[in-house]
């Protein structure tokens, strides 16, 4: 760790928070997990290779193997999982668990399930093409009032009463 001015940070495991200069309060397990990390404060990596790219992104909790791994300086983003988030470099405020989700760099989406990617900001996604989250129903309503998501990688409107 090259520390100079940051203070209350933790890294274990090999080259953890290497990079650190004035980042605070970060939390780094995992053989890589945040290792390039200077600015950035507040983070959490648990996992080998965890935000291993991140800068200056603050608020960031990447949990699993390559969580976040491209985060350069996204805030404010949840990822937990296997490969969870890891093209994302800018995007923030996005939480997203399972197996090889992704966001796109887009923000402020619940991404959910196997394979799920939000395609535009401010999304809500379950599932993917590839693997299915739950079954969908059609029936007549009447009301204007509906909640736009993606759902097993196709776009539902779910209605709002």
């Known amino acids: 760790m090259t520390l100079s001015t940051g203070n209350d940070n933790t890294a274990v ?9 004035t980042g605070q309060r970060n939390t780094a397990i995992g053989l890589q997990s945040l290792r390039n ?16 790219a991140n800068l200056s992104g603050d608020e960031n909790a ?12 996204g805030i404010n983003n949840t990822a937990v999982g ?6 994302n470099t ?3 405020n996005n939480t997203s668990v399972g197996y090889n989700t992704s966001s796109g760099n887009f923000s402020g989406s619940l991404i959910l399930g ?3 990617t939000a395609t535009a900001n401010n999304q809500c996604v379950f599932g993917s093409a590839g693997t299915v989250a739950g079954t969908v129903a059609a029936e007549v309503n009447a ?5 736009n998501v ?12």
């Open 143 to 147: 009301s204007a009032n509906v909640w």
């Open 37 to 52: 990390n200077t600015t950035g404060s507040y983070n959490t990596a648990n996992g080998y290779n965890s935000l291993i």
């Open 90 to 92: 800018s995007g923030s």
């Open 114 to 116: 196997r394979d799920a």
């Open 13 to 21: 495991g090999n080259s953890a928070l290497r990079d650190n200069t």
């Open 62 to 73: 990447g949990f699993g193997y390559f969580s976040l791994a491209a985060n350069t300086t």
């Open 150 to 161: 993606i759902i097993n990688g196709v776009a539902r409107k779910i209605l709002l009463a």
């Open 82 to 87: 296997t490969s969870c988030l890891t093209a």
